[in-house]
């Protein structure tokens, strides 16, 4: 499943699109720490989180994420919106929190 | 191949600077992407350490054809008890750093699970050095 479609199958805000949107979803992985997502998430997974600043695209990068999705309305700080731009990494949101947000991507990626 | 990066405390901004060049070389050098990954995590980690409790630090990067040598120096505060540092979960940085995401206790943990060797001495009021070493096999 592409980001793309699970965007468009969780009716989810697209704050940044771009090339990404292409991207394969391996997975995902919901956690507000910074250092949790650097050691154990793998690339090509969605990350759910309610954290909104720059760092979120800087790790998104570096592990090869293939999406993030902020929770809870929560909106990106504008330099974490040029990053996700630049770096073509989608950012994406929804209004759900983070439990209800995760449980229907499992199920979305686990039918 | 050396790269070196500056790092100013407290600029959150632009953490992860030096991973990024550090991998985008890696990369470049055809390095395996699974020895690419430890040390993107590894670099980030002491990376972040720095940024959240020294003033400023310096990043050194010795690429040599089996392996990455990495040398973070920087001028802080130190560690006073490595060993209680190393424990996961364990951490002192500051309230504002927490709400962040970061100081969870997780980042020497992480850097100690990705590095082939791993070195880390300090001295309180003046500062900490961490050395990485990761083979690429």
Request: glycine share 10%; charged share 20%.
């Amino acid at each position: 499943m592409t980001v793309k479609e699970m965007a468009d199958a969780l009716n989810l805000r697209i704050f940044a699109a771009g090339e990404g949107m292409k991207n394969k979803v391996e997975g995902g992985y919901t956690s507000d720490l910074l250092s949790d997502v650097m050691g154990y998430a793998d690339a090509g997974y969605v990350w759910i989180t309610l954290q909104t600043h720059k760092n979120i695209m800087a790790i998104a990068s570096l592990k090869e994420l293939s999406a993030v999705i902020l929770v809870k309305g929560f909106e990106p700080d504008e330099d974490t919106l040029a990053l996700a731009q630049e770096e073509q990494i989608p950012l994406l949101g929804t209004t759900e929190q983070a439990f209800e947000i995760s449980g229907r991507l499992y199920r979305l990626l686990h039918p | 191949m050396n790269l070196s990066f500056q790092i100013q405390g407290g600029d959150f901004t632009s953490a992860g600077t030096a991973s990024s060049q550090v991998r985008r070389t890696l990369k470049e050098l055809g390095v395996d992407a699974s020895v690419i990954k430890r040390v993107v995590v590894a670099l980030y980690e002491a990376e972040v350490n720095v940024v959240a409790h020294a003033y400023r630090g310096t990043i050194s990067a010795e690429i040599s054809p089996d392996k990455v040598f990495m040398k973070l120096v920087d001028e802080g505060p130190g560690i006073t008890d490595i060993e209680k540092a190393m424990t996961p979960g364990f951490s002192t940085a500051s309230q504002e750093v927490r709400e962040m995401g970061f100081g969870a206790g997780m980042g020497l943990p992480n850097i100690c699970r990705n590095a082939d060797v791993f070195n880390i001495h300090s001295v309180p009021g003046k500062g900490t050095t961490v050395e990485i070493t990761i083979q690429f096999k």
